[in-house]
């Protein structure tokens, strides 16, 4: 028991993600209404940012700019890379914030043409509306 | 350093730049802009491909930045020979597509020319691409180009279907992305080739094995494998011709070279089959596919969805092949990538022709396209025995090299299903071909039926889809004539 509990806390933030990741899932799946679905993929695709970005800290780190002199030469001071946190996956997170923002821009207007054509979002009626025709 | 590598993928960008100009400004230089910047990337790729062939693999550094740290492109002989492909066949339906877009999209033209351009560097990017964050950016691009595109399509159920593929694609692109971060926790890399000189250091780690399986789903939801499929007919039937053209031959194989570069250059083969065990069960799910994939075919009652049902099914022959762990399947597995391209290309061309003369295209309702279409229906036919596997197209020589795989491998369940798959698509084919020439033309509006067999009229497609259709049939089988070579010059040196 203990060492499980040991496990949880100290990879916390993958159980973290894990479980929004699951939360997201579970509206994509279950959810009837097409824009709960969207919410839910949009926390699926926030728990991976979330995840990415918390794999780029470090304890007793700071944030990667490093310190210069007052001229630019920073080149002499030496660097040690544990003192700074990791800026990559942050970098690449910025890019997949830009997917996923533009994903959902896309699922919306898609939305708002469904609601044009059959004027509900929910499946179950949409399901029931294209097994009439 | 020659700028090739960049340049395919570049020029179709700077297109879509300017045609989203045009488009807006003055709309009659939109096609020509948009044909001359995929002739462009046809010519960079030929250049590339010979590039290849002569001197061997191109690494491309991104503005100069070096590899591990910078983006590379790195071509090697499969590479090359996908981009050309690629670039090929965007090149070829742009210009069959011309009066189907004005037909289907009147008023939205410029926009549909932007998205396809779009799609086509998304799908190039992933083929080029030596990085793993950018193959993910890359798959993003041409996914959701494609999410657009499908919704452009029928007006009633397209919204919908697009709808349902942005849910699914969502999630598999979200499952590679997750992927990729095992991979970066693990090696702190990545680039692809820097990421393939670590794994062998590191195959007990179960980081890396959960990292290759979230990888390898993600990729198979985007590539549509059986269990997974069930977003891929709706979406490709629903879609204006013009895109579900291109989007049927190029976007799955384009990701089972995805599904192949990270098998073989990033975890590496010896990973991949001998320190994990999965090959066998992935060779089962493939014959799954296969089935699956026929039988739900032979329940359609529309052409399209067929088709789209047919191509569920030869995802199972390629993700099979590649996973039986030999190199005859391997390469039976490449090689279907350029055959299958090429083969549900013409199929498509010839269904986009009888979609513009006929609007529907339920199997049904085809009766007498013979006399109607005869150009097309030549071309549907040759397409059709290559799918089946008859000698002489292309077809028929990678169906070989996976069955000797299969034989080698000692997985006879799969070469049973190569073998069943194409007695379910000879009759699927043949099932067509009968409505379409022996049972006599009904014109269904009620004008008259005056004589049966020579009334029917030819109303044949656009010139330049037929042209283009005839360039594609030859090629299927000079495809196969020449499959020899191929696999000589671009497989083997790829996979040793």
Redesign the interface.
Known sequence: MNELLSLIVAKYNYWLYIILMMIGLYAMITKNNLIKKLVGMNIFQTAIILFYVSIGYKRDATIPIIQGDAGHGAGEAVIRAADYINPLPHVLMLTAIVVSVATFGVALTLCVKVYQRYQTLEEDELRMRLSEK | MNNYPALVVVAPLLGALFAGITAWVEDRFTFPIVLTSLGIGVAAAISNMALVLTSGTIQYKMAGWMPPMGIEYRIDTLNAMVMLLVSVIAFLNLAASYWNVRQETPDRAGSFYVMYLLFVVGLLGVVATGDL?NL??MI?ITS?SS??MV?LGD???A??A??NY??IG??G??LY??GV?YI??KTGSLNMADVATMVPHMKESSSLLVAFILCIIGVWIKMALFPLHVWLPNAYAYAPVGFARIVAPLMTKVMVYAMVRLMISVFGMDYVFNTLDLAEGVVWMGTIAILAGGFMALSQKNLKKMLTYIIVCEIGYMVGGAWLGNELGMTGAILHILNDALMTFALFLAVGNMVYKLDRVDIADLQGLFGKMPWTMAGFVLAAFSIVGVPPTCGFFSKWYLILGAFEAGAYHFAAALLISSLICAVLFFKVFEVCFFEPMSDGHGDGHHGHDNAVAMAEAPASSLVVLAIVSVSLIAAGVYSGTIVDTVILPFLR
């Open positions: 964050f993910y950016v993003e959701l999410y657009t919704a007006k009633n159920r919204p919908l697009a709808l942005i849910f969502v999630i692109a979200s992305l997750l971060g970066y926790i």
